[in-house]
Nanobody
């Protein structure tokens, strides 16, 4: 079973920052658009950030200017730098690898933002 391994979640005060990391198998990472999604209780999973193999990025308006996605091709790792966190950012964050075959998901990491 393919594993995307996430780390970096936790409890943080509003206005502070966190960085999430996700390591993928090279065979998946090298051919995939990588992304981060989140799901808050009672809500649907939503896209937070996406980065193509060529480095093009995509963000929804809710996080644009606060979150930055990047990828390190030497380490098969994708990062999500989250700044100016708000209570509304509280959710489980999932790493995603998307290619022409299928989507792969991590197990999720909890991010909780307190006031």
């Amino acid at each position: 079973q393919v594993q995307l391994v996430e780390s970096g979640g936790g409890l943080v005060q509003a206005g502070r920052s966190l960085r999430l990391s996700c390591v993928a198998p090279r065979s998946i990472y090298s051919v995939s658009t990588m992304g981060w999604y989140r799901q808050a209780p009672g809500q649907q999973r939503e896209l937070v950030a996406q980065i193509s193999r060529g480095g093009s990025t995509n963000y929804p308006d809710s996080v644009k200017g606060r979150f930055t996605i990047s990828r390190d091709n030497e380490k098969n790792t994708v990062y999500l730098q989250m700044n100016s966190l708000q209570r509304e950012d509280t959710a489980v964050y999932y790493c995603n690898a998307h290619n022409w075959l299928r989507d792969y998901w991590g197990q999720g990491t909890q991010v909780t933002v307190s006031s």
